[in-house]
């Protein structure tokens, strides 16, 4: 099925519906990959559509610039959320907002044949459009790192557009990622006599206070603002509550600007860790630097009618950047309400963030 002029929204709304109440968190994403594969068959030519395990790809057209709209399966793990519903105008539901919406304004634009989507034999520029798996995940398990040898044409485009959660807004490039978990050791004690021990929490307490007071470093690389920040987010110590504990790990994010290598972010974490502390990396993506000034990136902007920012988080932009394709974030869903129980997205924001892309497509064919 395919969105008729006269109910976008209609079409928007209800297939939204219809991927959120598709369980698909990391990992379990099938039913979901099922469901983006038939309705893909439906809407575009033969043989364009291609499978690999719980990713779907389509590729139509064979034009410039090669064009790619790319989303993921997955969300996070349920967590009270808001049953799957249409309500007050809002989709509502677990991954409504991150990012089942953009996955219907995907569909819709691959089922379009006006305004610049290719349709059998055209001439115009080719779209590809990219449904993966384990995005909500270590960056090791990300469904689209293979989808690169697998489609190498992926590789080669002139642009990519991820539908992450913006608002409807263009957000450069992204911060990169890294998790490290930080080990202090001790010697197990009675509680009643701490100095038979040797407590490994309170020998954590410098380094802590030293993370807790590091504020934020703010790279400008205009018009995009990336504000650098570490936290502590997992602590884990102790055995009984009457225990010196021998043993506290601390997981610390690190969310690091595109000026820094993951190379450079790694040995910057080194640094504040005391020589008495274990480190370990367990999970490290790259930044993306904002590309604004390239010719795609412009026309983008300037069809959506805002000003850019930069995308303080981390996103699949930076596998792109990686392979040499430029690459933005513009998507339907609210950021403040991703992960969030109460998630939903606007309708209204379905249907702004189809018609701008479609604009933005018609624009380039017509360039």
Sequence with gaps: MNPSPGDVAGFLAATTLDLVKIPSPSGSEDAAADYVERRLREAAPAGVVSRHGRAVVARLGE???????????????ENGNFAP????????????????????????????????????????????????????????????????????????????LLLEPTGNEVELGCLGTLHARVVFAGTAAHSARPWTGKNAIHAAAPFLTRLAGLGERVVDDDPARFREVLNATLARGGTARNVIPSRFEVNVNFRFAPDRTPEAAAEHMRSLVPPEAEMEIVDLAPAAAPHSEHPLVRRLVEVAGAEPRGKQAWTDVAQFAGHGVPAVNFGPGIPELAHKAEERVPVANLVACYRTLAAFLASVGDA
């Design 85 to 160: 519903e249409i309500r007050d105008g809002e989709v509502r539901g677990l991954g409504s907002t991150d990012m089942k919406g953009a996955l219907a304004v995907m569909l819709a634009l691959a089922g379009n044949r006006e305004g610049g989507i290719p349709g059998p034999g055209s001439a115009g520029p080719s779209l590809g459009f990219v449904f993966y798996d384990n995005e909500e995940t270590a960056y090791a398990a990300n469904g689209l790192r293979p989808l690169f040898d697998l489609e190498p044409w992926l590789g080669e485009a002139d642009l990519a």
């Design 63 to 77: 034009g410039r610039p090669r064009l790619v709209l790319a989303g993921h399966l997955d969300t996070v793990p």
